[in-house]
């Protein structure tokens, strides 16, 4: 075991692997030097936007290592309890050997397993939200600040972190991180595998390296299929944002409308309800598509709706509601892009 | 300790504020409009309407003002592009999830929606109505949710669950289909305070309207008298609706608007305080000479108090005192004394009474009230209603000549006009008690005390120990149906205790003027104390007119009739 946890991780530049990039270091800092004699950790595994199936592949194939990062980072903030929060595929699968792994290393007491509530959605991933679940409130985001580091869980300082930046840890603490990261890889509703890649290669990269480079024109959805941008074939050379998922989707055989009405209805449905830019700009998002189709991207209402998503609403989950409609239509949407005969092709 | 000064810039002029304040805090101060909804200062801040964005230098995303803390040297601006696209767009949403249904809002002349609408010169019609097919849900005759207008902010819920404590408003459902509702859990109900539509930015939670009937009424009398009286507290909380300063009394006007609009006889509740206090005081006196009857003696003039008592705790029926309340008293009063002294029959008066309470409502339509299958009181407007209807009729409510009510039954004593500040009950009966006591020489000390300081003020529960013809007598005052368990889990420490559902009591009640807010309530309070100061006759046994009346009843054996009710454990939706 490394003798200073905190310096080595901070040598690594661990990030959050939850989306945000947040640096590891800082947040454990932060909860170690609020004053507090009950702390809590919070793992993170709701894993619930489609096309990341990274924290799951990690359940699947190394619980013993994540119970290590769990452990390691419980004793750094000397957590009185670990809530260790699973969406319910999980739960069933994998909390019993979760169990017995902690127990291994004498954690099993301080462990509480809770289970994401059913048909609770996409928000119920979001950090806050899942310190009201644990707590028995209204689901929803909480007002930041103050964040969870300084009053966090029944407003303890709490540690959060997703399960792939504690199994990163565990890297760490046995000297084996390689600054790699998971990619889930997709074709449009189909994933073709979750690869461990150095964290640095650009998407073309992964692409290639892991066979899936398509033969076909496409295009590619990167960071999760809800939120995540929408690049095109020539856009290829930035590194994979957010929770490094990328699918794939073939241009010339895509049907646009489909694609964009996806997206809205997962959005509209999924809004917590919490604030009016969120629960009413996505439900007004997929009426104007119902009434409109494709053409509803002329219609000024549509680019206020997504400016103002941006800019005003309570999380980040709603910030990040227009991204992939916005960079579909920036990076690839044309009207010739699907139909064959098109005389502008 | 004291906070340390800061500087900030808004919209590019430099303002003071002090470390920990909103955004919002400093901007009102200074007179920077910025609007809100669902920011109320008695509420947790949840900025959840984001109708407060401001843009603040450095940062790409807006901020909500009101949960925003300021920090020195803050740059923000509250009309750049980004804040006009964000608010402009929420308003616009917002007023698309509430159906206009302005012909019959008691708020039509003071709609915030309205006026921002115009402020910013905004399409309220942007998008469709979506919330067309959604219920209306009522709670008794009182209060109601009206589904279709609900703009998501939750105040309600807030003010039910945080500053009520009762729980009863739920959010269900998530997203663009959650709706406020009654919560499922059968061991929860509405004691109809009305708290939720006082923090209800758009009339969604609102009282159950009754001032359409009563037009009707005034429209067509079918020969019979309509007579309207209006609560202590009413007169230092209209004016507010007209412009007049916090706490003015107006008594004068309000009987003027009254005649304005039809109505053949004007009352003062104050008469009717008068009465009750003097009932009250019989029987505080009574229990405590009586070894075996039960105290401590509890308050029963709010009506949501004696809903909370008859639903979560029955087995303190007997701890209520069976005194009628002000408007009922008053109302029978006028249907039987006054009706005789006029020649009329009870049944030839129609009573319309102005309250600032929604749950009064309720009261009025309980059975065993009635007076000879006679209501006390036929209809309950709220102070909402009554401002409502003066607008709608174009009374110029200020500059009208102040009339006075009808001499009969007078405007009662400066014990009278305090029932509505949290204490002012308590107060008022033991200044008669105190004297009663005195008189009868049953006391080995008499202090022949007027003023009781210590029952007053804002707070959830004032205690004292006070002196009653030479006992101690240890009371509790409850301002607010939220700080009710701590007196409740020591009723052993009293003989006497008053419980006022809504914070600071009836000039906090639900269905007074919005906006209204601690702040507010306790001007409000400081009005109705001038008020008594300024009576020359400021306990309800010195008032003649009372002790007359009193007697009347008593010659005609009426007294238990008209004085008394008794109370019977109430189900859910009672």
């Known amino acids: 075991m490394t003798r200073n ?15 945000a990039c947040f640096p590891v270091h800082t947040k454990w800092e932060a909860v170690k030097a609020t004053k507090g004699k009950i702390k809590y950790l919070v793992v993170n595994g709701a894993e619930g936007e489609p096309g990341i199936y990274k924290d799951g592949y990690i359940l699947e194939n190394y619980r013993k290592d994540l119970i290590l990062g769990i452990k390691i980072a419980s004793d750094f903030i000397k957590a009185d309890k670990i809530y260790i929060y699973l969406n319910l595929n999980f739960f069933n699968k994998y909390k019993q050997s979760l169990n017995r792994e902690a127990k291994k290393v004498g954690l099993s007491d301080k462990i509480i397993f809770i289970l994401k509530p059913i ?49 990163n840890v565990s890297l760490v603490a046995q000297e084996r991180y390689e600054n790699k990261r998971f990619y889930s890889v997709n074709v449009i509703n189909k994933n073709k595998g979750v690869y461990f890649l150095p964290s640095d290669l650009s998407i073309e990269e992964v692409l290639v390296k892991t066979n899936n480079y398509p033969s076909y024109d496409f295009f590619v959805q990167v960071g999760g299929d809800a939120d995540g941008q929408v690049l095109n074939m020539n856009q290829l050379d930035s590194c994979v944002s957010g929770a490094g998922s990328i699918t794939i989707h073939n241009l010339r055989n895509h049907n646009p409308e489909k694609l964009i009405k996806n997206w809205l209805k997962f959005f509209k449905d999924n809004s917590c309800g919490n604030c009016t830019p969120c629960r009413e700009g996505t439900y007004r998002l997929y009426e104007l598509f119902e009434e409109q189709g494709i053409d509803m991207i002329r219609d000024p209402r549509v680019q206020d709706l997504c400016d103002n998503l941006y800019l005003s609403s309570f999380c980040a989950l709603g910030s990040a509601v227009p991204n992939a409609f916005l960079s579909y239509l920036k990076n690839v949407y044309s009207p010739c892009n699907t139909c064959k005969s098109c005389k502008y092709d | 300790m004291i906070k340390k000064e800061i500087t900030i810039k808004i919209d590019n002029k430099k303002y003071k504020g002090f470390e920990g304040e909103s955004i919002l805090d400093i901007a009102s101060r200074n007179n920077i409009f ?24 450095g940062l790409n995303k807006l901020c909500t003002s009101c949960s925003t803390v ?24 917002i007023f698309s999830a509430h159906i206009e249904k302005c012909i019959d809002c008691t708020s039509r002349f003071d709609c915030e929606l309205l006026s921002l609408a115009r402020r910013y010169s905004l399409n309220i019609a942007t998008f469709k109505d979506r919330k067309g097919k959604r219920k209306t849900y009522k709670f008794s005759n009182s209060v109601e949710i009206d589904g279709t207008q609900c703009i998501d902010c939750k105040n309600c819920v807030d003010a039910c669950s945080n500053i009520q404590k009762i729980n009863y408003l739920k959010k269900d459902g998530k997203g663009f289909k959650q709706e406020i509702k009654a919560t499922k859990d059968k061991n929860i109900d509405c004691i109809y305070c009305g708290q939720c539509t006082l923090h209800c930015p758009v009339a969604s939670a609102q009282e159950q309207c009754d001032f359409s009937e009563v037009e009707k009424i005034l429209e067509n ?15 230092v909380s209209i004016g507010e609706a007209f412009g007049l300063p916090y706490g003015y009394n107006s008594s004068g006007l309000i009987t003027a608007s009254l005649k304005r609009l039809g109505f053949d006889e004007i009352f003062d509740v104050n008469f009717g305080a008068d009465i009750t206090t003097m009932v009250e005081a019989e029987e505080l006196l009574e229990r405590l000479g009586d070894k075996k009857a039960v105290l401590p003696m509890i308050t029963s003039c709010c009506p949501a108090w004696v809903k909370y008592v008859e639903f979560y705790r029955p087995d303190l029926i007997p701890n209520l005192t069976t005194s009628r309340s002000p408007q009922i008293h008053l109302g029978g009063i006028i249907k039987t004394y006054w009706a005789n002294k006029l020649n009329l029959k009870g049944e030839d008066i129609i009573t319309v009474s102005i309250m600032p309470c929604t749950a009064k409502k309720h009261e009025a339509n309980r059975d065993n009230l009635k007076i000879d299958k006679m ?81 007053r003020g804002m707070e959830g529960v004032k205690e004292a120990s006070l002196n009653l013809g ?73 008032n003649e007119e009372v002790l007359n009346v009193l007697d009347y009843i008593k010659n005609k054996k009426m007294y238990t009739k008209l004085m008394h009710t008794s109370y019977k454990k109430s189900n859910r939706g009672d």
Do not use: W
């Open chain 2, 70 to 93: 300021a920090c020195d040297g803050m740059e923000i601006y509250t009309n750049s592009p980004k804040v006009q696209v964000s608010r402009n767009t929420n308003l616009k949403l």
């Open chain 2, 470 to 542: 030479g006992k101690k007598l240890n009371v509790a005052v409850v301002s607010g149906i939220g700080n009710i368990a701590g007196v409740l889990d020591n009723l052993d420490k009293y003989q006497y205790i008053e419980v006022m559902a809504c914070p600071g009591g009836c000039i906090g009640g639900g269905g007074q003027i919005i906006p209204s807010s601690r702040e507010i309530v306790k001007k409000r309070m400081a009005g109705l104390y001038v008020d008594d100061k300024r009576h020359k006759i400021r306990k309800a046994h010195e």
């Open chain 2, 221 to 235: 009398r079918k020969g019979k008298k309509v007579i309207a009286f209006f609560a202590p507290s009413v007169r």
């Open chain 2, 34 to 57: 910025i609007p809100s909804l669902c920011h109320h200062p008695d509420l947790d801040i949840k900025a959840n309407c984001r109708v407060c964005v401001v843009e603040i230098k």
């Open chain 2, 375 to 455: 209501k006390p009181v036929d209809h309950v407007l709220t102070v909402r209603e009554l401002a409502f209807l003066i607008k709608k009729n174009g009374i110029d409510f200020k500059n009208l000549k102040e009339e006075k009510t009808n001499s009969l039954a007078n405007d009662g004593s400066g014990a009278a006009v305090i029932y509505g500040a949290s204490g002012g009950v308590m107060e008022s009966a033991l200044r008669t008690a105190n004297s009663v006591i005195c008189f009868s020489s049953k006391a080995k000390i008499c202090h022949s005390r007027l003023e009781f300081k210590e029952v």
């Open chain 1, 5 to 19: 946890i905190l310096s080595e991780i901070k040598k690594a530049a661990l990030v959050g692997r939850g989306g």
């Open chain 1, 119 to 167: 048909n609770s959605g996409y928000i119920a991933g979001e950090e806050t939200t899942i310190l009201n679940i644990i707590e028995g409130k209204e689901i929803g985001p909480r007002i930041r600040p103050p964040f969870p580091t300084c009053e966090g869980l029944f407003g303890k300082p709490t540690l959060i972190h997703n399960i792939e930046t504690l199994y």
